[in-house]
Nanobody, 120 residues
Framework: EVQFVESGGGVVQSGEPLRISCVASGFNFCCYAMTWIRQAEGKGLEWVASTGKSNTAYAYSVRDRFTISRDDSKNTLYLQMNNLRPEDTARYYC???????????????WGQGTQVTVLA
């Protein structure tokens, strides 16, 4: 069974950093692209970033502030978020596959998410 457990979310002040993590199981983690997606309350889904074996891609809104990375030996995906802004407040989901805003992974390959709240 494919499973994801996200952690590391919380409440931070504007400008502070935060790192969230996602431990995956039930599939060969190293063989798949991995993606972070977020959804603010009352708003639609937003693709944040994706990582493959050796390449990454970011939404324009987070480029130069967020860094996606992975540790295949630990089946873990990370998202380092620097200089957080109130508009980054959302529930963050890790997901298997996908690349870019027009190619989100199927919903059954997402975790339950972790909440990030950025205070002004």
């Amino acid at each position: 069974e494919v499973q994801f457990v996200e952690s590391g979310g919380g409440v931070v002040q504007s400008g502070e950093p935060l790192r969230i993590s996602c431990v995956a199981s039930g599939f060969n983690f190293c063989c798949y692209a991995m993606t972070w997606i977020r959804q603010a309350e009352g708003k639609g889904l937003e693709w944040v970033a994706s990582t493959g074996k050796s390449n990454t891609a970011y939404a324009y809104s987070v480029r130069d502030r967020f860094t996606i990375s992975r540790d295949d030996s630990k089946n873990t995906l990370y998202l380092q978020m620097n200089n957080l802004r109130p508009e980054d407040t959302a529930r963050y989901y890790c997901a298997r596959g996908g690349w870019g805003s027009s190619s989100l992974p199927p919903r059954n390959y997402w975790g339950q998410g972790t909440q990030v709240t950025v205070l002004a």
